[in-house]
């Protein structure tokens, strides 16, 4: 199943409400999988991002869609990446051999 990184930051709304970041969290875990994706992990960070989700969607638009909503609450603004797992990138390498 294709994974996105998704690195977040609090907008000006989510950090007035940083108390109810992890109530937030459970929400969005419970959006993805309304939409039919599933937020493997959610880690809090110190540095140029606030929080850093692992997202696993069937599609890109499942993915999204999750990331969507998410953006659309208005607590956070993200900057998403395409994650390969070893097997997918295996799977690439092959394609370009020559």
């Given at each position: 199943?294709?994974?996105?990184?998704?690195?977040?930051?609090?907008?000006?709304?989510?950090?007035?409400?940083?108390?109810?970041?992890?109530?937030r969290a459970?929400a969005f875990?419970?959006?993805?999988?309304?939409?039919?994706?599933?937020?493997?992990?959610?880690?809090?960070?110190?540095?140029?991002?606030?929080?850093?989700?692992?997202?696993?969607?069937?599609?890109?638009?499942?993915?999204?869609?999750?990331?969507?909503?998410?953006?659309?609450?208005?607590?956070?603004r993200t900057?998403?990446?395409?994650?390969?797992?070893?097997?997918?990138?295996?799977?690439?390498?092959?394609?370009?051999?020559?």
């Amino acid at each position: 199943m294709p994974t996105y990184i998704a690195l977040l930051n609090w907008t000006d709304q989510g950090i007035r409400a940083y108390k109810d970041t992890a109530k937030r969290a459970e929400a969005f875990a419970a959006a993805t999988q309304k939409v039919g994706a599933k937020l493997v992990n959610l880690q809090w960070t110190v540095g140029p991002y606030d929080l850093v989700a692992v997202v696993e969607a069937p599609d890109e638009e499942t993915g999204a869609a999750a990331l969507l909503q998410l953006g659309g609450a208005g607590n956070v603004r993200t900057t998403t990446l395409r994650a390969f797992s070893r097997d997918e990138m295996d799977g690439i390498i092959a394609k370009t051999a020559g």
